[in-house]
């Protein structure tokens, strides 16, 4: 097995002690805020990004330890473990390659090749494959394949056998490691993604357009371009495929594979070759990739949403003055809050400036009377339906009047997540979901680290797909 502690010193370009000393602290209960904070001298001042990375790696290592464990023991079970074999799986440092070198030993349910086996027919793909070798005698296939046709074994023809034979030689060449690592690269560096939408789906009748005809190559497409097609595929609306030359894969595979001169045997292992890549790996490799590039999408688009979302949360605040929080809207009308300097609630009222003349000009004096009773200092607009609007009915409030609060557009974003939460009942049990979201668009202006962090960071609005990637990770960062 490998040494972890010294893959992470060499990794990280590390001493020994610091990998040492940092692991010690986390498996003493230690969270990285502690450690990086008030335990410098024990890691030797490693800061919260290099600890962060750390300790992900060595999660991966571990599991990539436990799965080696695992797997050997499985493999010994079946008494086909070699030292050789025993080798490749202790060195080996990425999982794919792991579940590669022990995809020949897993467990399977009851395929082609094991039919064939039951059959007997294991007999025939032993003796093509011998045949399968540089200056090997001539084979009459048809010949050789007569001598296992059995009525008891149901092998009732040299089609049937050869037939068996193929499927028992396609499901080895799908297990060779190297094959399959080979593959998954070329469709990584070389392949295409294409998405089309579906012809039920008329021209701008979805919200996935740039997508009708798309093409991107695997390695180059954007996280969210990435998480945009999934999620239109999951929604039934795009179709999207994965595609990349063929040939070039099962001209590699007859190079690799192919080692008789003879002209029946090359024929032979050619339609195998081709058997096997179409039936048995490609589409389990697509998929492979298509997991990579999802996994790849998450974690930038994470690292997205953690920073956008640490800019929000870190925004200056307005201070301690008393503002009014105005959530738009046009046919529910405006839902005014006044909140004091310390953010307590003070009073609310609907007001409708975008229905009517004269429901505008009691809207105008409602918000100038409370100005004036309240001195408020700044009014925060939600930036939803009718922000805009709402705006120009605030500054006609503003024109008439000599001392004139600050207007400010704010993210409502979360608020009506807030404004139904358990957290707002309790704050706020006797008032209505409109108003609490009102109370907290002029709330997150004074201060919008505390009043942010009561509201589900996804709701907040500052991710891209952030419902789609892995929400344990999402969770974490």
């Given amino acids: 097995m490998i040494d972890i502690k010294q893959v992470l010193t060499n990794e990280f370009q590390l001493q020994a002690w610091q990998v040492e000393n940092t692991l010690q602290l986390k498996s003493?209960?230690?969270?990285?805020?502690?450690?990086?904070?008030?335990?410098?001298?024990?890691?030797?001042?490693?800061?919260?990004?290099?600890?962060?990375?750390?300790?992900?790696?060595?999660?991966?290592?571990?599991?990539?330890?436990?799965?080696?464990?695992?797997?050997?023991?499985?493999?010994?079970?079946q008494g086909k473990l070699t030292d050789e074999l025993k080798q490749k799986i202790e060195a080996c440092m990425v999982k794919n390659e792991l579940e590669d070198l022990y995809l020949p030993y897993k467990p399977k349910k009851r395929t082609k090749a094991t039919i064939a086996k039951e059959k007997g027919l294991d007999g025939l793909a032993d003796?093509?494959?011998?045949?399968?070798?540089?200056?090997?005698?001539?084979?009459?296939?048809?010949?050789?394949?007569?001598?296992?046709?059995?009525?008891?074994?149901?092998?009732?023809?040299?089609?049937?056998?050869?037939?068996?034979?193929?499927?028992?030689?396609a499901e080895e060449v799908s297990e060779i490691a190297e094959l399959r690592a080979w593959t998954r690269d070329f469709i990584y560096n070389h392949g295409t993604f294409t998405s089309k939408i579906k012809e039920e789906f008329p021209v701008g009748s979805t919200k996935f357009e740039m997508y009708r005809?798309?093409?991107?190559?695997?390695?180059?497409?954007?996280?969210?371009?990435?998480?945009a097609l999934r999620r239109g595929e999951a929604e039934g609306i795009i179709s999207m495929d994965l595609k990349f030359d063929d040939e070039?894969?099962?001209?590699?595979?007859?190079?690799?594979?192919?080692?008789?001169?003879?002209?029946?045997?090359?024929?032979?292992?050619?339609?195998?070759?081709?058997?096997?890549?179409?039936?048995?790996?490609?589409?389990?490799?697509?998929?492979?990739?298509?997991?990579?590039?999802?996994?790849?999408?998450?974690?930038?688009?994470?690292?997205?949403?953690?920073?956008?979302?640490?800019?929000?949360?870190?925004?200056?605040?307005?201070?301690?003055?008393?503002?009014?929080?105005?959530?738009?809207?046009?046919?529910?009308?405006?839902?005014?809050?006044?909140?004091?300097?310390?953010?307590?609630?003070?009073?609310?009222?609907?007001?409708?400036?975008?229905?009517?003349?004269?429901?505008?000009?009691d809207a105008i004096k409602y918000l100038q009377d409370i100005i004036k009773k309240h001195d408020i200092e700044i009014i925060a607009i939600g930036n939803g339906t009718a922000s805009r609007e709402t705006d120009a009915y605030v500054k006609d409030v503003l024109e008439k009047m000599d001392r004139k609060p600050i207007k400010v557009t704010v993210s409502e974003a979360g608020a009506s997540v807030y404004s139904a939460s358990k957290l707002a009942n309790e704050e706020f049990p006797e008032l209505d979901l409109t108003v609490r979201g009102a109370i907290s668009i002029a709330r997150r202006l004074q201060d919008p680290l505390?009043?942010?962090?009561?509201?589900?960071?996804?709701?907040i609005g500052v991710g891209q797909y952030q419902h789609d990637v892995d929400q344990k990770l999402l969770k974490k960062k």
Wanted: with cysteine.
């Fill in 28 to 77: 003493e209960g230690a969270t990285l805020p502690f450690i990086a904070r008030y335990r410098k001298e024990r890691t030797g001042q490693l800061d919260e990004n290099v600890l962060r990375d750390l300790f992900d790696r060595f999660e991966y290592l571990c599991e990539l330890e436990d799965r080696k464990k695992t797997i050997l023991d499985s493999i010994n079970e």
């Fill in 127 to 169: 003796i093509i494959r011998q045949h399968n070798a540089f200056a090997a005698p001539e084979l009459n296939l048809q010949e050789i394949a007569e001598k296992f046709i059995s009525e008891e074994k149901e092998v009732k023809s040299i089609k049937e056998a050869l037939q068996g034979a193929n499927d028992i030689l």
């Fill in 213 to 227: 005809e798309f093409e991107a190559n695997v390695k180059d497409i954007s996280p969210h371009a990435m998480l």
């Fill in 248 to 361: 070039s894969v099962l001209d590699y595979f007859s190079k690799k594979i192919i080692l008789s001169e003879k002209d029946n045997i090359i024929e032979f292992y050619k339609s195998m070759i081709k058997d096997s890549f179409s039936r048995l790996i490609k589409h389990s490799l697509i998929g492979e990739v298509r997991l990579m590039k999802k996994v790849y999408s998450d974690e930038e688009s994470i690292k997205v949403f953690e920073a956008n979302l640490r800019q929000i949360l870190l925004s200056a605040p307005a201070g301690m003055k008393p503002v009014i929080g105005i959530d738009p809207g046009f046919r529910t009308g405006c839902k005014v809050a006044v909140v004091d300097s310390t953010g307590k609630y003070l009073e609310y009222k609907a007001v409708f400036p975008h229905n009517s003349k004269w429901e505008r000009d």
């Fill in 450 to 459: 505390a009043e942010l962090v009561k509201i589900d960071p996804k709701s």
